[in-house]
C-alpha cells in the first residue's frame, strides 16, 4: 500500500471516525477519500498524518467527501492535505446543527435587479438577468440570506470591492481564479455565520477553513494582544488532530477536539478567548465567569 493509503485505512482514523458517525457512513466516506487522493499526485505526496486529521474531520464537522454534492474536497496546502469546504457544505452544517431553518447564497450580475437596504426594516430585491453566454456575466456583488426557525431573516451583501478584498487576503487565490462565483458566495456565508446563533460544528467548520485560507478571523485589540502574549495563548482555532500514539490534540493551545473555546468581553481589554479569561490571575467582581 501506498503511504496515502496507510494513512486513509489507519485503525486510529477509523475508531475516531465511529466515535461520531456509524459504520457505513465511515465506508461510504473513506471510498471517496481514496478516490480524491487517487486522483491527484498533490495530494499523494501530503504528509499522511495531515491525511489522517482531514479525514477525522470529515466525521467532525458532518459533511461528505462526495463530489456529486460539492461539500467538501481534500486539498493539498503547502505539502499538507487539509478538508476545504464549499458555501454548500457551510449551509449544510449551519441547517443540520439546527442553528437556522434554511440558508443559501447567490452572486449579483452586471444587469440583474438588485436592490438592499440595511438597518430597522431590512430589505433585500434580487431580480437576476437571463444571459445568452455564461461568459457574458460579471459578478458586482454577492449576498447570503438565512431564515431562522422563528421566521426572521438575516442577510449580509458584499459588493465587488468588499470581495476583492477577501480574495487578496486569501492564501487561495488559484482557487479563487477558477471558482470566482463559488468563493464568493462561500465569503459571505462565512460573514453571515457571525451573525447566527451558533453552534459546535458551525464554528469548528469555520476553524477547519480558517485554518489554511488565512483570512475572515478578526484580529484582536492591542492590548488584547498584549494579553495574549503574556500568557502564551494566542485566539486559537481548534480542530481534529489524531496522533502516532492515537490521543487526540488540537491546532492551537490545546483541548478538546473539534471544541473552539468562546470569547468573553474583559473589562480590562474588551472581546478576549475565554480560555485566556480562564487562566487570569488579575481577576475582579466584573470578570464574566468561565
Same mark, same amino acid.
Given at each position: 500500500m501506498q503511504p496515502y493509503e496507510i494513512a486513509v485505512y489507519d485503525d486510529k482514523v477509523k475508531s475516531k471516525w465511529l466515535e461520531i458517525?456509524? *459504520?457505513?457512513?465511515?465506508?461510504? *466516506?473513506?471510498v471517496f477519500a481514496v478516490q480524491a487522493l487517487r486522483g491527484s499526485e498533490a495530494l499523494q505526496k501530503c504528509d499522511p498524518q495531515s491525511i489522517k486529521n482531514s479525514i477525522v474531520n470529515v466525521?467532525?464537522? &458532518?459533511?461528505?467527501?462526495?463530489?456529486?454534492?460539492?461539500?467538501?474536497?481534500?486539498?493539498?496546502?503547502? &505539502?499538507?492535505?487539509?478538508l476545504d469546504l464549499s458555501y454548500r457544505g457551510l449551509c449544510k452544517i449551519a441547517i443540520d446543527s439546527g442553528s437556522v431553518y434554511d440558508i443559501d447564497a447567490s452572486a449579483v450580475f452586471e444587469g440583474d435587479e438588485f436592490y438592499y437596504e440595511m438597518g430597522l426594516n431590512p430589505v433585500l430585491?434580487?431580480?437576476?438577468?437571463?444571459?445568452?453566454?455564461?461568459?457574458d456575466k460579471k459578478v458586482i456583488a454577492v449576498y447570503a440570506v438565512a431564515t431562522l426557525h422563528h421566521n426572521i431573516k438575516k442577510f449580509v451583501v458584499l459588493d465587488l470591492e468588499k470581495i476583492e478584498r477577501a480574495r487578496k487576503s486569501s492564501q487561495t487565490k488559484n482557487v479563487w481564479e477558477a471558482h470566482f462565483d463559488e468563493m464568493a458566495k462561500k465569503t459571505a456565508v462565512k460573514l453571515l455565520y457571525k451573525m447566527l446563533p451558533q453552534t459546535e460544528k458551525m464554528s469548528t467548520a469555520i476553524s477547519v477553513v480558517n485554518e489554511h485560507e488565512g483570512f475572515e478571523r478578526e484580529p484582536p485589540t492591542s492590548n488584547a494582544s498584549k494579553l495574549m502574549k503574556r500568557f502564551g495563548m494566542p485566539i486559537a482555532s481548534y480542530v481534529a488532530q489524531v496522533d502516532d500514539s492515537g490521543t487526540e490534540g488540537a491546532s492551537g493551545s490545546g483541548g478538546p477536539v473539534g471544541a473552539v473555546m468562546p470569547e468573553v468581553m474583559c473589562p480590562k481589554v474588551g472581546l478576549i478567548d475565554a480560555n485566556i479569561c480562564k487562566t487570569c490571575k488579575d481577576k475582579n467582581k466584573e470578570c464574566p465567569s468561565v
Open positions: 458517525a456509524d *459504520e457505513k457512513t465511515y465506508a461510504k *466516506e473513506i466525521a467532525l464537522i &458532518g459533511v461528505t467527501l462526495n463530489p456529486l454534492l460539492q461539500q467538501a474536497f481534500l486539498v493539498p496546502r503547502k &505539502g499538507k492535505a487539509v430585491t434580487h431580480r437576476p438577468k437571463l444571459f445568452a453566454n455564461d461568459k
